[in-house]
């Protein structure tokens, strides 16, 4: 079985700071891992995701993350906030074994908050 | 594309009344997914289907029946609506057969469905 920690279920930065959204994942097979963003009101949308590949990953909206097994992280980080990237980002991880057919687990989410 | 699709995207129900949510995508996706969203606890995966016809048990399904008569179409029934099934409801899909080298795991979510159990 596979789970999913956020922490910080609020994250406030000023606007042109870094942003760093922490995330670690437990599975007992190598994982797939996601962030996905949420804005109000709407669906999620992919930011990005490690499939095994390079463990720096690049996103969209000038997102990246590190997939890290020894630390079994995948924290999201982006260097300069913009009062857009405002919103609610979820870590989710799936097995990748069967294709992901059985569905993703995700993190309860962090609330991202951008200072003028 | 128009993508992953929910309908309705408000309901009010009484407790004990019955209802069908309808997800639909057009991308050809053999996998399909109904989770629910509350606040504090992420999205929670209710049932979900690896193909026409077929269909399985996710964390939290309890309450609810799901069908998927057509390849891209899967729906959620709620029999006997509870307080307790208050939420934001999301349908996503995944996985393209016919696209050489996809990644099977990336989900696609349609835009929601707010229903409120009075």
């Known amino acids: 079985a596979q789970s999913v920690t956020q922490l910080g279920s609020h994250v406030s930065v000023s606007e042109g700071a870094l942003v760093l959204l922490r995330c670690n994942y437990s599975?007992?097979?190598?994982?797939?891992l996601f962030w996905y963003v949420q804005y109000p009101n709407q669906g999620l949308q992919l930011l990005l995701k490690?499939?095994?590949?390079?463990?720096l990953v690049k996103g969209i909206n000038g997102f990246e993350a590190e997939f890290k097994k020894s630390e079994t992280s995948f924290h999201l980080t982006k260097p300069s906030a913009h009062m857009s990237d405002a919103a609610e980002y979820f870590c989710?991880?799936?097995?990748?074994?069967?294709?992901?057919?059985?569905?993703?687990?995700f993190g309860k989410g962090t609330h991202l908050i951008i200072q003028p | 594309n128009a993508g992953v699709t929910q309908t309705p995207k408000f309901r009010v129900l009484k407790t004990g009344q019955s209802m069908t949510l309808l997800c639909a995508q057009d991308?050809?996706?053999?996998?399909m997914y109904w989770y629910r969203q509350d606040p504090g606890m992420g999205l929670r995966l209710i049932h979900y289907?690896?193909?026409?016809?077929?269909?399985a048990k996710g964390e939290v399904p309890d309450g609810y029946n799901v069908s998927r008569l057509k390849k891209q179409n899967f729906l959620l029934g709620l029999e006997s609506a509870a307080p307790s099934q208050t939420s934001v409801y999301f349908c996503?899909?995944?996985?393209?057969?016919?696209?050489?080298?996809?990644?099977?795991?990336?989900?696609?979510f349609g835009p929601g469905t707010r229903l409120t159990v009075l």
């Open positions: 599975s007992s097979v190598p994982p797939y």
């Open positions: 989710a991880v799936s097995t990748g074994s069967g294709g992901g057919a059985d569905g993703l687990t």
């Open positions: 991308m050809n996706h053999e996998y």
């Open positions: 490690y499939t095994s590949a390079a463990t």
């Open positions: 289907s690896v193909g026409e016809g077929t269909t």
């Open positions: 996503a899909s995944s996985f393209d057969p016919g696209l050489a080298g996809a990644y099977t795991d990336t989900q696609y």
